[in-house]
Nanobody, 123 residues
């Protein structure tokens, strides 16, 4: 499975971006998907995950209420809508796919990773 993340860019604080993650094969095959992010000099942190049917979502505390994860299995695509962006959201965002139907915030739960897309929020 190959994952292609896109949608990053430069945005002012308070603005919005929508990231997309397209998988090379059907994502509805019992695969949970997550977004992680990594700021310069920091560890890769969990942002959000969604179950294969989209009936379960998890958010990190620092994005809950501002970010929304969703998926369209007919398009093999998972989205991350990011609103009210802050400078501390600046990072490379990675999408990741799990072999499990439901997966949480642990990096080890995800076996396939995309190349990342850079989000820069200017204050």
């Amino acid at each position: 499975v190959q994952l292609q993340a896109s949608g990053g860019g430069l945005v002012q604080a308070g603005g919005s971006l929508r990231l997309s993650c397209v998988a090379s094969r059907r994502t509805g095959s019992n695969n949970a998907v997550a977004w992680f992010r990594q700021a310069p000099g920091k560890e890769r942190d969990f942002v959000s995950s969604i179950s294969w049917r989209g009936d379960s979502t998890i958010y990190a505390d620092n994005v809950r209420g501002r970010f929304t994860i969703s998926r369209d299995n007919s398009k093999n695509t998972v989205y991350l809508q990011m609103d009210t962006l802050k400078s501390e959201d600046t990072a490379v965002y990675y999408c990741a796919l799990s072999r499990s139907s439901y997966a949480g915030p642990q990096l080890a739960s995800y076996q396939y990773w995309g190349q990342g897309t850079l989000v820069t929020v200017s204050s």
